[in-house]
Each structure stands twice: as C-alpha cells, then as structure tokens.
C-alpha cells in the first residue's frame, strides 16, 4: 500500500493539468466573440493605462491557433512530465507558473522601451522556463538523468532561441525571460537539495508576436 502510493505521488499529474487547462482556454476561445483574448492578451497600453496587471498571468494560458497550442502543450506534457518527477510538484508549478510570469515582465518592459504596442500570448516563457530549470538541474544536481546531457540541453536551447528569432511573430524577450527565471530557480533549487541532502526517490528518470 505505502509502495502504491509512493508510485501515486510520482506521476506527473500537474503537467497533465496545465495542459488540459491550455487545451480547455483554447477551446473556450473558439466560441463566438474575443473575450478571453481580449482580456488576456499581454498588452503594455492595458497594463499601463488600464493597471490590468493580471495580463501577465494570464497571458500564458492563451494560443493564437491550433498549431501555436500544440507546439507548446507536446514540450509540456514530456519535458514538464520529465522534470516534474525529478524535482516534485510543487516546486515544478511554481517554477513554471514564474517563468512564465517572468517572461511576460521582460516582455512588457520590452514593449515599453521599444515603444511596440502589439499584444502577445503563449505559453513559450513557461516551457522556456522549464529548459532552463532543465539547464541547471544538468549543472548543478549531482543527480543524473538518462539520455541528458549538459551538451544535449544546451543544444536543444540553442535551436529553441534559433528558430524563434528567425521566425515571424514570435515574442522572443518572452522566452529569453522565461529561460533566465527558470535557470536562476532551478540553481537555486539545485544547491539547495545538493546541501541538504534531499533527494527524491529514483522514479525511472534518474540514472538523467505569440510565444
């Protein structure tokens, strides 16, 4: 019984719930009318002259189309599962929800400076934040992973920053602040687990525009 549980607390449900509250936003969004974009939407005009400062959470669980979600939601539900179990769940949520949130701020900063009132969406910052976490974990864990390599992630996020700054509409400061935040918190999770010895258990990992 204390073995089943054990296997309980293991899986990766909060990465299959941010997905299916993605999913679910997306298909709400597809009713007749703009509501959920028109209020969610990452906009520095409605943030500053408005103080609608929850755009910048919600901003993360909003997808211009199909594609857009699926990219996103496919990273979240393998790579957010990956690491969800390596690390817990609540230390999971809280770095994805402040990567994303992380991301945003530097994007809105960004909108400013530059004087870019267009909006943007995603949830890129988030999943960026969880390369990042990734990134540190590699460094500074002294827990391995299978088939990750500190070559392997550097180059997976070499390519993640390539494409987006050479394709259209893509909010890239959103992911270059998502990838920062999650980094910054993963080291620091990291060392923190490193010096006081707390380790989870080995759970078959071990061993390893719009945004």
Not at 86 to 91: A, K
Request: include cysteine.
């Amino acid at each position: 019984m204390v073995e089943y549980i054990r296997k309980l607390r293991t899986l990766p449900f909060i990465s299959v719930i941010l997905v299916a509250v993605n999913v679910g936003v997306y298909v709400f969004c597809q009713l007749p009318g703009n509501v959920l974009y028109d209020r969610g939407c990452l906009s520095a005009v409605e943030v500053i002259v408005n103080d609608e400062y929850g755009r910048i959470f919600w901003a993360m669980f909003l997808h211009a189309d199909t594609s857009h979600l699926f990219n996103n939601m496919i990273i979240l539900l393998f790579m957010g599962a990956m690491i969800e179990r390596e690390i817990g769940h609540l230390p999971f949520t809280g770095i994805y929800l402040a990567s994303g949130i992380g991301g945003n701020l530097l994007s809105l900063i960004g909108k400013i400076i530059g004087n870019n009132w267009a909006v943007s969406l995603g949830a890129s910052g988030a999943i960026f934040g969880l390369d990042g976490l990734l990134l540190a974990m590699v460094m500074f864990s002294n827990r391995q992973m299978e088939n990750v390599t500190l070559t392997r992630v550097i180059l997976m996020i070499c390519l993640s920053l390539y494409s987006g700054f050479t394709g259209g509409n893509v909010d890239n400061l959103a992911h270059i602040g998502g990838l920062l935040v999650g980094f910054i918190l993963g080291m620091i999770l990291a060392l923190y687990i490193r010096v006081s010895g707390k380790q989870r258990p080995n759970t078959g990992y071990g061993g390893k525009g719009e945004y």
